[in-house]
């Protein structure tokens, strides 16, 4: 049987000779396996091209989908950044009312930190940093949650600071929240070298310089208890706020108001100078709680 | 110079020259022109507690330079100090008037007025001359004084000052001492490191840093206000404004006869213990 085999014949129609094939049947049924193999595969193909074809139609919409998406994420993120922006402003404003809650409590303010931003590590460099781009929409969710229980905390606070000034109109007219007058800081609150011995020694207020002559006025309502000559602060007007708040005003040109007289947040109380210890145009400004030189900005609001 | 005061009963002091000492009660009209002039009150009692009495005071009309002294160190040097320091500061003062380009004569604004320099340069010269008297006797060796000076000029009232002695401000309701006290204490609580409350309990309360005479030289405070007519000037050592509160005295200076106030002032602290020497000079300004 193995053996068997069929002859094929080929007959021409003319003088050329009949021609003889000889096809053994293993020949055949492998030819034929081999047949329904290829035409197997070729059925598969052209059945996983149309699928692709349909898939390859969807492509440019999902595309675009995709694009609109991702543009939303970073509206979003970018919103996200700016309620983070605001909240901590909001939470530094939180700390500076607190500060002055804490005004008549010296062993409070004494251990009070710092209400300026803390510098965030390495924010410099930033716009050379793709973090913002590889974060998940899990991420996000997560950041979202933490700044709504921080934005939930925010309002308690300042529920509670509106309940305590509701009742202390007169301690919030009294704190010299407002600057004394505008200009350019040319020395801060704190340790600096002295201009004119080149030491290193502790600085007691802010100086602001400006024009000769411009205005200076109260910060906040008070009584003149000094206005006069001192030593190296020349010409010098102090306010006693209250409430242990002291402001002193150095090296003017000119006093408007004497010892004794009340004055309102913004009266004009005296001129920028250049009298006493002082090596140009400018007010030295200084703000003492119980006799204890602070940092005026700290009191600052309106920054 | 100085040597004939060494020996001397420094309770006495109060009787020695002329124009240093108790005055009660003095009226000068200032120079043409100028509408204000000052009375003034003296006074300065041993207190309870100690044996001497160390401070001293001058009222000079003719300048109207009024000078509260309190002398610490040894058992003669602290009077000897504070008696150098008055007579020197009016002695520099008057050469300074009688020279020919007297500041008592100019009328200038309060911050170019020259005479804080010549006050400042008296007390200089006040702290060499208690140095130089230490140096030539042993006796008197670490002796030391405050000094709180106010000379009347015009419309000015200008300070020098060094230690813990006070000048005050009386005007209507206000109370403002305008020196600042040279004290440990104010340090700390500069510092922060106690209340003001504490301090009028510290045992370190009688520590000054800086006084006339213990070195050769000193840094002197100055500082000058603009009068305004009813002004009082309360200048007092330490035994008045450590048993006295701010508010009593203005109290007693609205309530008070000029020429009882520093009597009633004193006799307050007296009754308060008087644990150390008690000096009170009053000015009052009021319309010529």
């Known amino acids: 049987m193995a053996n068997e085999s069929f002859t094929l014949i080929v007959v021409p129609d003319r003088q050329s000779e009949v021609r003889r094939f000889r096809l053994r049947r293993v020949w055949l049924i492998q030819a034929l396996v081999g047949l329904g193999v290829v035409l197997l595969t070729t059925a598969g193909l052209v059945v996983h091209y149309g699928s692709v074809v349909s898939e390859a139609r969807e492509n440019p919409a999902l595309r675009d989908e995709n694009l609109k998406l991702k543009s939303e994420i970073a509206v979003i993120r970018e919103q996200l950044a700016h309620v983070q922006g605001t909240l901590d402003r909001v939470e530094r404003f939180d700390q500076k009312l607190r500060a002055i809650t804490l005004l008549s409590d010296p062993q409070r303010n004494l251990a009070m930190g710092p209400t300026e931003a803390a510098p965030t590590l390495g924010s410099s460099d930033n716009q050379f940093v793709r973090s913002t781009g590889q974060e998940s929409p899990a991420a996000l969710a997560a950041k979202l949650d933490k700044l709504s229980a921080e934005a939930t905390r925010q309002e308690q606070s300042l529920q509670e600071l509106q309940a305590y000034f509701a009742g202390q109109k007169s301690l919030l007219a009294s704190v010299p929240s407002v600057w004394p007058t505008r200009g350019w800081v040319t020395s801060d609150f704190g340790s600096r070298v002295d201009p004119y011995t080149s030491e290193r020694v502790m600085h007691a207020g802010i100086d602001i310089a400006g024009p000769h002559g411009k205005e200076i006025i109260a910060p906040s309502d008070g009584t003149v208890v000094f206005s006069g000559l001192e030593g190296g602060y020349g010409n010098v007007i102090v306010i006693d706020h209250g409430y242990g708040i002291k402001t002193r005003y150095g090296h003017l040109a000119s006093l408007k108001v004497k010892a004794g007289e009340r004055v309102k947040r913004g009266d004009l109380i005296a001129a920028m100078g250049n009298t006493g210890r002082s090596t140009g145009p400018h007010l030295h400004y200084e703000v003492r709680v119980n006799g204890i030189a602070q940092n005026p900005r700290k009191f600052i609001l309106d920054d | ?288």
């Open chain 2, 1 to 288: 110079m100085w040597g004939r005061y060494e020996n001397g009963a420094l309770r006495e002091f109060a009787s020695l020259p002329r124009r240093i000492g108790l005055r009660n009660l003095r009226a000068v009209s200032k120079t043409a022109g100028v509408r204000l002039k000052a009375l003034s009150a003296g006074l300065t009692d041993v207190g309870r507690k100690r044996s001497h009495n160390e401070d001293s005071y001058l009222i000079d009309d003719e300048l109207q330079l009024f000078v509260v002294a309190d002398g610490m160190g040894g058992h003669a040097g602290g009077g000897t100090a504070s008696r150098i320091a008055v007579e020197t500061i009016d002695k520099e003062l008057r050469g300074v008037r009688s020279s020919p380009t007297s500041p008592f004569k100019a009328e200038t604004a309060l911050q170019d007025s020259p005479l804080p320099d010549f006050l400042r340069a008296a007390v200089e010269k006040a702290c060499f001359e208690i140095y130089r008297a230490a140096q030539e006797d042993p006796r008197l060796a670490g002796m030391g004084t405050t000094v709180i000076s106010l000379c009347i000029q015009h419309e000015h009232a200008l300070f020098a000052h060094v230690g813990d002695s006070r000048a005050y401000l009386v005007r209507g309701e206000l109370i403002q001492q305008i020196s600042e006290d040279h004290s440990l204490v104010n340090e700390q609580i500069k510092a922060g490191m106690i209340t003001p409350d504490e301090a009028r309990h510290s045992r370190y309360k009688n520590i000054i840093t800086r006084s006339v005479g213990f070195e050769e030289e000193v840094q002197v405070d100055v500082m000058g206000i603009m009068l305004e007519a009813n002004d009082t000037f309360v200048l007092c050592s330490d035994g008045l404004a450590n048993l006295v509160e701010d508010k009593e005295i203005r109290d007693i200076v609205g309530s008070t006869e000029l020429k009882d106030t520093p009597k009633k002032l004193v006799d307050l602290a007296n009754e308060r213990g008087g644990d150390d020497n008690i000096t009170v000079i009053c000015v009052r300004i009021v319309p010529a």
